[in-house]
Structures are given as C-alpha cells and as structure tokens.
DNA sequence: ACGGGCCGCGCG
DNA sequence: AAAGCGCGCGGCCCGT
C-alpha cells in the first residue's frame, strides 16, 4: 500500500523540456520507506488539480521539493491537501542538526558551500538536461530535480532521522515545518481582509490630501518648513539624516544620532515636530498609497511567508512587511460582513519555553498564574512586576549593563535552572560551538572565518574577536528560546488547522486562519462560529504544549479576543 | 542608473 | 532609562 506520493516536474527519462508540450508534473506512488511503488505518472497542466485530488481522496502524503512550487495554483483550484512533506524545508534542518544521523545525505548537506543556492546535494543532483548545454544565451535556471532524485532524496532523510527519542522529536520538527509551509500557502491564498477605503481615509487624516509619489503630502511640507525655521536651515532636508544631525549640531543639540530615543532626551523647540515629522513620513513610506496600490487588491493584502525565513526557525516575510503592520493601522484590517476576527494570542510565551526547556520548576510553578511576570515577582522580586520583567528579558537576550544585568544575579538565585540554561548556551556560543532548540534544530556553525579570528594574537584583534564571540553568545543564548518558542507556535498553527479541517469535513462553515505573526494567529470566521473557533484555539495551544513536551507542569495559555477590527484585539 | 552599506523604525 | 535577540523595508549616500 502506498503512503506517499511525490509530485515532481520531470523524470530523468523525460527532461523537462523533451516532456512533451503539456506534461507539467509526474507522478510517483511511494511506501512506507520512501521506496516506489509503480509507475511514474505524466500528468498533463490541465490535470494535475483533478490528479492531485485524488490521490489525495485516497489518503497519501505529498512529497514535493517547495510547497510554493505547487501548492498555491492547487488552491487556485479549489483543491487543498491534508499533509505534505517539504524536501527544501527538511534538507535545510538536516543540515545543521545534530538530532540526524551523520548519514552521506546529512554528512553532503553539511559540505555544500553556504553562499550555494540550495538544492539537492550534489550526490543527488540530477544530470543536466542535455538541451540545456549548448544554450549559452538561454538565462540560467534553478535546476529543478527530476522525480528519481527527489525519490531518492525523500528516502534519504527518511533514513537521516533515526528512531530514538530524540529522533522522534526531529521528526515532529520535520512535519511541523512542512504543515507550516502548506498553512503559509493556504493564508496567502486567503489574504487578510483589509479596507482600503479605511486606510485611505487614515492616510489623507494623518498626511493630507493623497500626493504624487516623491511629493511630500502637506502636513510633511509644513512640518519640514517648520523645521527649517526652528533650526535656521532654509536647505534642510529632514529625510537626510546627516543634514538634520549637522543642523540640530548647530542649534545645541548635541545628538549622535537622530534616532528618536536619542532625541527625546533633549530639549529643543525643534525636536517636537522633528518627531511628528519623522512619525508622519515613516507612515508615508511604509504604509503609504504607494503601499496600498501595491499590496492590497480585491480587499485582501496577501503577503509572502518565508517559512524557515528565520535561522531560529521563526517565519519571515517578502513583500510589503506583513510582519510589521503598525498598530496604527491596524483599524483598516476589518472582518467581511457576517464575519469576525478570532484573534489569538499565546501569553509571554518565551520564559514559559524556557521553563519547559529548562524543566524549572520554580520557573513553571511562576507561570501557573495568568501573568507570568508577576509569579516571577513575587518568588524573586517582592512583588515588584516591572523588575521582574526587565530581567527575565535580559536573561534570554544577553543583558549585561544596565538595570537588567544588576538584576540578573537575583533572578538566577531565584531560577537557577532557567538560567542556567541561558547561560549555557551562552557560553557554548562564544566558544564556537553550535546548541539547538527542543526539537533538534540546530544553529549554523561558526564561520572558518570567526574562528580563525579567535586564534588572534595582537591586543587590538583581541579585543574584538571577544567583543565577537559575546555576540554570538548571545545569538546562541536567544537560540534556544526563540528557536523552541517557534516550534511551539508551528505545532500550535498544526494542530489549529487539522481542528478546523475536522469541523469543515463536518459540514461546519469554519472560516480560515488568515493571519500568523510568531506568537499571534488571526481567524477569519462567521460570526456564528466565533465561540467554537476561539475553544479550538485554545485546545490546539494546550494539544502543541502536549505534543512537544509530553505531561509537564508548565501551562501555554493564550488570549482570546473577538473583534471586527484588528485594532482591537488586545 | 544601479547596488551595497548604513541608518532608522516597524513588528515579535 | 535604552543597554540585550530575531527580522523587512525604504531612504539617503557614495561607490562604480
């Protein structure tokens, strides 16, 4: 019996050019192992929906290179899967770690040259197509593997992952990965609702009649005329920073910088509207018309997720900053009607990471309360919430001046196990080492260029090659919890979907997931449906905790709001 | 004209 | 009172 099928756009015996004009894909059943089992299936553009859909009515796993090669024209066609296998995503968690057996697979993928664009590993990779060879002019293209080698592939990091406990836990990053990658297809196709009209409406209130792009709106022009008097600079331009800092320089303010932290702590007639102007003009160029004409269409702002974009794992995005939507203008994010968002939020989720990472139990018994911050006052900071907070902070991000430092000692008698951990980590950084997260995946290694300048003799090189390795300590210390935090908002985001794929498969009208942002999920739902959809939140958040840690002390709960705004969740 | 570096600021 | 993590993006500046 299959279990798998691999979806892939040719086989070595057919070059994707000598195909024939309208085989797009072929088809390959697989088992239990990854071994094929039958034919290899031409499937021609126009039926690879109705080939897909039923393959998958019959219950198999997918097995694809990118899940961005096929899966959104899939949902353009109204066909989506259960589950899939990522190869690009594993291969690039394999790489790095030390969960997977040194196997040849996993020992080439930790050869390939970093700046090399990823692909298969050369051992695997596919003879080139000979068509391709004398086309000189031709622009080059990504090779895309034929379906053997994917095959081949596919059993590779089957056999990369061995079966023990730590083993078990790699898999589930493996299919946490590939489920995040098919959920980032599945929001973009959804997009999230967003009301021009409202943005507009903000955009014209904060700035002024609508302008040319590269014409400043009029409360930009009288601002920037007002700085020039309050400055005495007739020729200032306030976009240019060298300019404002020379000219601020000149009226006695003696700034470094013209970040607005540094200028809030002077005192000058100037700095108010500079201010303003900054906040106006960062409006303007981020979230700007220009932003709306690109970005949003038919009343859906559709982003890319870069699934894995980050090294600990988090999501990133390409185009239009959809993880940096301002709360400002949030209010245009607005629910169709019969439609609410089911905004949900996982409460101070990385010192509970860290606690279940740690298994502190001082540091989980803390958590027990809906506010976590105050739990850790009140075991190690009389009480004082804003104490507590500042050092839990600095202690996963590697304070060391400041308040945060002075309090970290403190912290540490109260949680010896927590941060002893951080620390740790810490540690294992600045001396080159790598460490990794809960589920096995694993910082890049130093650089043959970092440790190279560790081996230093001169003072100055000295100097510096520790001020390096500080910072990749405190890369690595962040690692772990970052790095864990984001597995547990993927098997959060799995765990999500596969209960609203049972409701849908019910005959429940359930609304999307339309929105992800590291530690937040929006919902997109009927109205009728909020209350069971804000229970299946809270459900998948308790099953991801389940799924990851087993039965543990520590609690992941997470805020639940209801709105028709985005603006006003929480 | 284009692009890399840097700054500054938005998000978590 | 801005130290300490991870990103994307737009603008300016200066090199080619």
Same mark, same amino acid.
């Given at each position: 019996m299959p279990r798998y099928a691999l979806l892939a756009t040719h086989s070595l015996g057919q070059p994707a050019s000598d195909a024939g004009e309208d085989v797009a894909a072929v088809v390959q059943l697989l088992g239990t192992d990854g071994e094929p089992e039958g034919a290899l299936e031409p499937v021609t553009r126009?039926?690879?929906?109705?080939?897909?859909?039923?393959?998958?009515?019959?219950?198999?796993?997918?097995?694809?290179?990118?899940?961005?090669?096929?899966?959104?024209?899939?949902?353009?066609?109204?066909?989506?899967?259960?589950?899939?296998?990522?190869?690009?995503?594993?291969?690039?968690?394999?790489?790095?770690?030390?969960?997977?057996d040194e196997t040849a697979y996993v020992d080439s993928l930790r050869r390939q040259d970093p700046d090399a664009a990823d692909g298969p590993p050369q051992a695997l990779a596919p003879p080139r197509p000979p068509e391709n060879q004398g086309a000189l002019f031709e622009e080059a293209k990504p090779a895309t593997a034929a379906a053997e080698t994917l095959a081949e592939e596919f059993r590779r990091q089957l056999e990369a992952v061995p079966r023990t406990p730590r083993g078990r836990r790699l898999q589930l990053l493996l299919a946490a990965e590939s489920a995040g990658a098919v959920i980032a297809a599945e929001m973009r196709h959804h997009g999230i609702p967003w009301r021009s009209d409202i943005h507009a409406a903000l955009l014209?209130?904060?700035?002024?009649?609508?302008?040319?792009?590269?014409? #400043?709106?009029? #409360?930009?022009?009288?601002?920037?005329?007002?700085? #020039?008097?309050?400055?005495?600079?007739?020729?200032?331009?306030?976009?240019?920073?060298?300019?404002?800092?020379?000219?601020?320089?000149r009226a006695g303010v003696p700034a470094k910088s013209t970040s607005q932290w540094e200028l809030q702590e002077y005192t000058h007639p100037a700095l108010k509207p500079l201010l303003r102007y900054k906040k106006l003009s960062r409006l303007l160029s981020a979230n700007g018309w220009a932003w709306l004409d690109a970005w949003v269409a038919d009343g859906r702002f559709r982003p890319e997720y870069v699934v894995g974009g980050v090294v600990t794992g988090r999501w990133a995005s390409r185009g239009g900053g959809a993880l940096q939507i301002p709360h400002g203008i949030r209010d245009a994010v607005r629910a169709d009607p019969g439609r609410v968002f089911v905004v949900a939020d996982a409460a101070q989720l990385e010192p509970r990471v860290l606690a279940a990472l740690a298994g502190d139990r001082a540091l989980a018994d803390a958590a027990r309360g809906r506010d976590l911050y105050q739990g850790i006052a009140d075991r190690g900071f009389g009480g004082d919430r804003a104490s507590a907070k500042i050092a839990m902070l600095g202690a996963m991000y590697g304070a060391t001046t400041g308040e945060s430092g002075r309090l970290l000692p403190q912290l540490a008698r109260t949680f010896p196990r927590a941060v002893g951990l951080v620390e740790q980590a810490a540690r294992h950084g600045?001396?080159?080492?790598?460490?990794?997260?809960?589920?096995?995946?694993?910082?890049?290694?130093?650089?043959?260029?970092?440790?190279?300048?560790?081996?230093?003799?001169?003072?100055?090189?000295?100097?510096?090659?520790?001020?390096?390795?500080?910072?990749?300590?405190?890369?690595?210390?962040?690692?772990?919890?970052?790095?864990?935090?984001?597995?547990?908002?993927?098997?959060?985001?799995?765990?999500? #979907?596969?209960?609203?794929?049972?409701?849908?498969?019910?005959?429940?009208?359930?609304?999307?997931?339309?929105?992800?942002?590291?530690?937040?999920?929006?919902?997109?739902?009927?109205?009728?449906?909020?209350?069971d959809a804000s229970a299946i939140v809270e459900q998948a958040a308790a099953a991801a905790a389940e799924l990851m840690f087993g039965s543990i002390p520590v609690e992941f709960p997470v805020s639940v709001a209801t709105v028709d705004s985005y603006a006003d969740a929480k």
């Open positions: 126009d039926r690879i929906p109705a080939v897909v859909a039923a393959i998958e009515a019959r219950g198999l796993r997918w097995v694809w290179d990118r899940t961005g090669d096929w899966y959104p024209s899939l949902l353009a066609a109204g066909v989506s899967v259960e589950r899939a296998h990522d190869l690009s995503l594993c291969r690039n968690i394999l790489r790095f770690s030390t969960s997977a014209r209130d904060e700035l002024g009649p609508r302008t040319a792009h590269g014409v #400043r709106p009029a #409360r930009l022009e009288e601002l920037a005329h007002l700085l #020039r008097s309050l400055l005495g600079d007739p020729a200032l331009n306030p976009d240019s920073h060298q300019d404002l800092l020379r000219a601020l320089n600045e001396g080159g080492g790598e460490v990794c997260t809960f589920l096995g995946r694993c910082s890049p290694p130093a650089s043959p260029q970092w440790l190279a300048a560790q081996r230093t003799s001169s003072a100055e090189e000295q100097r510096r090659a520790d001020q390096a390795a500080r910072t990749r300590g405190r890369f690595t210390r962040n690692f772990v919890v970052q790095g864990t935090a984001a597995e547990w908002a993927l098997c959060w985001l799995g765990e999500l #979907r596969r209960r609203l794929r049972a409701e849908r498969a019910a005959g429940r009208e359930v609304g999307e997931v339309v929105f992800f942002l590291h530690d937040e999920v929006v919902l997109h739902v009927p109205a009728a449906f909020a209350a």
